[in-house]
Structures are given as structure tokens and as C-alpha cells.
């Protein structure tokens, strides 16, 4: 089920920052090729993931392990540029937690999905659109609540964190930092599994197979 309050305890609002900090060392909010250069992609192409697929890495100044993967559905392409291109799934279809979130079966769900690089040599990485609130669901659920859109937010890490930071001013120009980057493009690393990354590559439909990708919605 999802997370609906906000622990009362002091020890369990602590716990939840350190992932959503160790997220943002981790984390590149640059898109390859540059953001500026993305375009809309005009024709219908996507990526048919079959079943939910996941992988785990070790990233950050901590060293943090982290597991990240996509939900079975259709990732639609949406945006690309000279370097690659982006495939954008239904909802909150990107999911991913650290180790100390999977000690509790919790997942964040984020809206987002796949790159795929044009160069033959690059490796395809996994993307996400930022957003102030974190959205979580159990590990055993993760498949079925997905098609709940996570409707219950928790705020659970940026708010904390800025609470931090120093004086209410202080925290008044945080949260505005973090609120004017809502629906940024945020990406993982180059995803290090080579089976994930086949997965991917195969799950590709172009030409005569994108007919039953979905067109904009």
C-alpha cells in the first residue's frame, strides 16, 4: 500500500532524507546533447517492456547501492536530439530505491522512462522528470499501484532538507529553487548491466512494429 503520512518520530524523518540526498549527489539533471537542443519526436516509435525489469548499481559519495527499473507497459518516444532520444512511459512507470528504502519494501515512483543513445558504442541510461514531492509504494505492490498514478504524495526529503539549510528565508529560497525545477529531465547513470540494457535495445519498435505504439496523447 502507499505511504499516506509522515512518520511522527524524529529517527524515521531522518532516514528519508538521507536517500533523497544521496539521490541528489548522485543524480546528473543534464540531459546528453544539452536540454536545449531536445525536440518533439513527430513519428510513432517506442519501447514494449514486457515485464517489470529492475537492476542494481553503486553510485555517490557514500557509496549508496541502488536499485532502479522501468514497469511493463509502452514507453513512448517524446523527445530527442543529434544524441538520443527519449521514451516516456504511462504514469509513474520509472521506479527506484536505495538500500536503506528496500530494508522497508519502499519504492519511489517517478514519472519518466528510457534513453536510448544513436551512438552504437554509448549506453542507453534510465531518466526521470523532477518533482518536489516523493511518491512511494511497496516493493510487493509496486506492479498493481502503479495504475493508481501514486495518488497520495508524501513530502519526504526536499522540504526536510531545506529545513536544514538555515532561517525561514533561507528555507523560502530553497524550496523555491527546488519548485522552479519541477519537470526538469534528471538521469541515471549509464546503466552498467548489459542484460537491462539488451532488454532495452530489443524492446525497441520502429518502421512497420510502431504501428501499435501509442501516438500522443
Keep these: 500500500?502507499?505511504?499516506?503520512?509522515?512518520p511522527s518520530s524524529f529517527i524515521k524523518p531522518v532516514r528519508t532524507l538521507i536517500p533523497i540526498l544521496s539521490l541528489t549527489l548522485t543524480a546528473c539533471a543534464t540531459a546528453p546533447g544539452g536540454a536545449g537542443q531536445l525536440q518533439p519526436v513527430d513519428r510513432q516509435e517506442c519501447l514494449v517492456i514486457a515485464e517489470k525489469i529492475s537492476y542494481k548499481d553503486v553510485h555517490g559519495l557514500l557509496n549508496v547501492s541502488w536499485e532502479q527499473g522501468l514497469l511493463p507497459g509502452t514507453y513512448r518516444a517524446v523527445q530527442e536530439n543529434?544524441?538520443?532520444t527519449f521514451?516516456?512511459?504511462?504514469?509513474?512507470?520509472?521506479?527506484?530505491?536505495n538500500e536503506w528504502m528496500r530494508q522497508n519494501s519502499q519504492y519511489m515512483l517517478r514519472k519518466g522512462g528510457a534513453w536510448l543513445p544513436?551512438?552504437?558504442?554509448?549506453?542507453?541510461r534510465l531518466y526521470?522528470?523532477?518533482?518536489?514531492?516523493?511518491?512511494?509504494?511497496?516493493?510487493?505492490?509496486?506492479?498493481s499501484q502503479v495504475s493508481q498514478q501514486a495518488s497520495n504524495a508524501v513530502s519526504a526529503g526536499y522540504p526536510a532538507?531545506?529545513?536544514?539549510?538555515?532561517?525561514?528565508?533561507?528555507i523560502g529560497i530553497v524550496n523555491a529553487f527546488i519548485e522552479s525545477s519541477r519537470g526538469e529531465i534528471t538521469m541515471w547513470h549509464e546503466i552498467s548491466d548489459e542484460k537491462f540494457a539488451q532488454i532495452l535495445l530489443q524492446s525497441l519498435k520502429t518502421g512497420p512494429e510502431a504501428s501499435i505504439c501509442p501516438t500522443k496523447p
Design 1 to 6: 500500500m502507499y505511504t499516506q503520512n509522515i
Design 82 to 84: 543529434a544524441v538520443g
Design 87 to 97: 521514451y516516456r512511459g504511462e504514469g509513474r512507470s520509472f521506479f527506484q530505491a
Design 118 to 124: 544513436k551512438a552504437s558504442r554509448a549506453k542507453p
Design 128 to 143: 526521470w522528470y523532477f518533482e518536489p514531492e516523493t511518491y512511494l509504494a511497496s516493493g510487493t505492490d509496486i506492479d
Design 161 to 170: 532538507g531545506a529545513s536544514v539549510v538555515g532561517s525561514a528565508i533561507g
